[in-house]
């Protein structure tokens, strides 16, 4: 007779917001859902929020993995090393550029391929499978491709350009190097900025288009009065990510140009002082610094754009 | 009309966008080794100057290289499938369950998704390096883990919302516990969604770079981005360009075959984890 007592127990409460505070449903529904919980939230702080506190006590160290008998407490001296340096201040230009220039043209690229993917009829799949083929590319498969197309004895760009000389060498010059390398960061994440893009625009209802045109409306009013303001959220989130991600840029950089001619990012900074020259001091300060700049990144594009990601997953 | 030409040259320019580096670097993988280190503009291997099968022979039958493919293979899946698993618990109790704390959970998935990797590396390094899992599987599996929980929490509580709760609570009725309607009936309703984020979950661990270089030295745990990277060939001065190509090409091939196969279900978590339509 049990099942009986439990049928009417369930059954008789109605899942509605104002439930009663301290009904055995709910605190059994609070412990059930934080324990269903508690390993995925164990496992994130562990490889992250841990090892960045530990960071933090790092960097206040002089503190070398080739002579770590030598550790010594240095209070901020790691940080005002870091700020003071040219160096810093360089790769942190060179990020920040790179994430301005990439989500920038992304943008535009990937709304025109997002409009296309959208309007197409025929051979949807095969469009689809195409532009989603970049993203499956390993990021170091593809820095290799770009980084042969442009090579001046191997490649392929310096013969199709007509307004490029045969011997031009990409890797020679910072300028050119820096081009090749957001070449190959767009080439990779365009499809992602595209298929967010691509739900963005499949919100956008038909009949307003469609009224805008009665209206009179020229296509460029059409894509700036309607399609485009409806679409807000969608273009939020998708350059809040990218731009997140464009600012951590690593992979191509490494296998690109491994840093020469003054094209190190950040993220290889740091990399290279823990790495490949165990200052795990210096390092530890460099890994803060970055941690924080993302954090100024992400509070700033939230705050210029008004960036509402409870309202974007319709979670308000 | 003129709208219709405008779709297709559209579409011939998202083709080419899309496939050209594809192309190059497959036609790459079949230019010979002597051609490459003497010069060979041009996009197609010019007579003489293919290689036919050789430079993926040469791959396979690197040991670093075979070596490296079992490493990625095994580290990507056991870390997708831990992390699946451990996802769809937390996802679950997101989208259906009321508790305190939820709010906390989606933000720090969210905080997480957008960490810079790299500045984990240093004390990540030093950690596995004291506690001795440091070029090994299981040091590579766990930050995976960390990292590709996020977006798959974000995608399989979305897919959760969408199942209908009736049936759940049909089952409740008929007097399961919560956690039996959970096995019983959502698994199986949410199996596409767990799919899903299994796919995307792999795709993160076959493509990350930044922990494979770090926190391996020896090929015991290096994955094939890695590899790849450090790849030198016999001659360590001049780097041998189409056999890189080649390798590149059979590190690409299973995702591909993923991308294939399951575009439409891609697309689905891709955008339902980002912004729900």
């Known amino acids: 007779m049990t099942t009986s007592t439990v049928q009417t127990a369930t059954a008789k409460e109605p899942r509605t917001k104002a ?17 269903l919980v508690a390993p995925a939230i164990v496992l994130m702080l562990l490889v992250t929020a841990f090892p960045m506190l530990r960071a ?160 009179g409306a020229t296509w460029f009013q059409r894509l700036f009065k309607v399609i485009l303001p409806n679409m807000r959220a969608a273009i939020m989130v998708a350059v809040l990510f990218r731009a997140l991600d464009a600012y951590r840029i690593f992979d191509n950089i490494f296998v690109m140009t491994a840093g020469a001619n003054g094209t190190e990012s950040i993220s290889f900074l740091t990399y290279r002082q823990v790495i490949e020259q165990f200052q795990l001091g210096i390092g530890s300060a460099l890994s803060v610094l970055l941690f924080l700049s993302v954090l100024v990144v992400a509070y700033l594009i939230v705050k210029i754009f008004r960036v509402d990601l409870a309202s974007a997953r319709q979670e308000g | 009309m003129k709208q219709k030409i405008g779709l297709g040259v559209g579409l011939a320019a998202i083709l080419v966008w899309c496939l050209l580096p594809v192309a190059w670097i497959i036609s790459l993988s079949f230019k010979s080794q002597q051609a490459v280190s003497n010069g060979s503009e041009g996009f197609l291997p010019q007579s003489g100057g293919g290689a036919g099968w050789q430079n993926y022979a040469d791959v396979v039958g690197d040991d670093q290289f075979r070596r490296a493919i079992l490493n990625s293979i095994g580290i990507s899946l056991i870390a997708t499938l831990l992390s699946v698993v451990i996802a769809t618990l937390a996802a679950y109790a997101i989208a259906r369950l009321e508790f305190k704390g939820k709010k906390f959970v989606l933000t720090t998935a969210l905080v997480i998704a957008m960490f810079p990797v790299v500045s ?35 995608t399989l509580s979305a897919f959760f919302r969408e199942i209908p709760w009736e049936m759940e609570q049909a089952a409740q009725v008929d007097g399961a516990t919560s956690w039996q309607a959970f096995r019983k009936v959502i698994v199986p309703l949410a199996a596409p969604g767990v799919f899903t984020a299994a796919i995307l979950t792999f795709f993160f661990a076959w493509n990350d770079f930044v922990f494979g270089i770090s926190l391996t030295s020896t090929e015991s745990a290096r994955p094939i981005p890695a590899a790849l990277s450090f790849f030198v060939g016999p001659d360590p001065f001049s780097r041998p360009a189409s056999l890189l190509a080649a390798g590149a090409v059979v590190a690409t091939i299973p995702i591909v075959i993923i991308v294939l196969l399951f575009q439409r279900k891609i697309v689905a978590g891709l955008t339902s984890g980002a912004v729900k339509g």
């Open chain 1, 19 to 35: 439930k009663p505070p301290d009904s055995d449903r709910t605190r059994s529904e609070n412990s059930l859902g934080r324990k």
């Open chain 1, 56 to 215: 933090l006590y790092l960097s206040l160290f002089d503190y070398s993995l080739t002579d770590p008998g030598e550790r010594s407490f240095v209070g901020l001296q790691n940080y005002a090393t870091a700020l003071s340096d040219s160096l810093f201040w360089r790769d942190t230009a060179n990020t920040v550029m790179i994430m301005v220039v990439t989500v920038a043209i992304e943008l535009v690229i990937g709304f025109a391929f997002a409009m296309v993917m959208h309007r197409v009829i025929f051979a949807r799949g095969v469009i689809r499978t195409s532009i989603l083929i970049p993203y499956g590319i390993i990021t170091v498969v593809s820095g290799f491709a770009w980084q042969f197309a442009f090579s001046n004895d191997n490649g392929f760009v310096n013969g199709w350009l007509p307004f490029i000389s045969d011997n031009f060498d990409w890797f020679g010059e910072y300028g050119s190097s820096m081009i090749a390398i957001m070449v190959s960061e767009i080439w990779k994440t365009t499809p992602f900025m595209s298929l967010l893009l691509l739900a963005g625009l499949a919100q956008v209802s038909e009949d307003m288009i469609e009224a805008a045109k009665v209206d």
């Open chain 2, 120 to 154: 984990l590396v240093g004390p990540l390094f030093d950690m596995w390096r004291t506690i001795g899992i440091y070029d090994t599987w299981l040091g590579l599996i766990i930050p995976y883990m960390s990292f590709t929980l996020p977006l798959a929490i974000w």
